[in-house]
């Protein structure tokens, strides 16, 4: 994966879709404020290497884009 792609591509996704949601909740933490935790994650995401496994910060970023999709279906 090309982090720095996949990072714009996320970046668009959230300037350019509507967040319905108040407040973003999965099985360990709740986000009451989501362009602050939008923007802490893209930071943090950009801080890892792409050599990497694992990236958690742009694994939240995923799973909110998700929650986000489904909000609008």
């Not at 090309?2 to 319905?20: C, M």
């Not at 909740?25 to 994650?41: G, R």
Request: aromatic share 10%; proline share 5%.
């Amino acid at each position: 994966m090309n982090l720095q792609a996949e990072l714009n591509r996320l970046e668009t996704f959230f300037k350019t879709t509507p967040i319905l949601i108040k407040e973003y909740k999965n099985s360990f933490m709740t986000v009451a404020d989501i362009p602050k935790f939008i923007n802490s994650q893209l930071v943090a995401a950009k801080g890892f290497s792409e050599k990497k496994d694992f990236n958690p910060p742009l694994a939240r970023l995923q799973e909110l884009e998700q929650a986000i999709i489904n909000q609008i279906k």
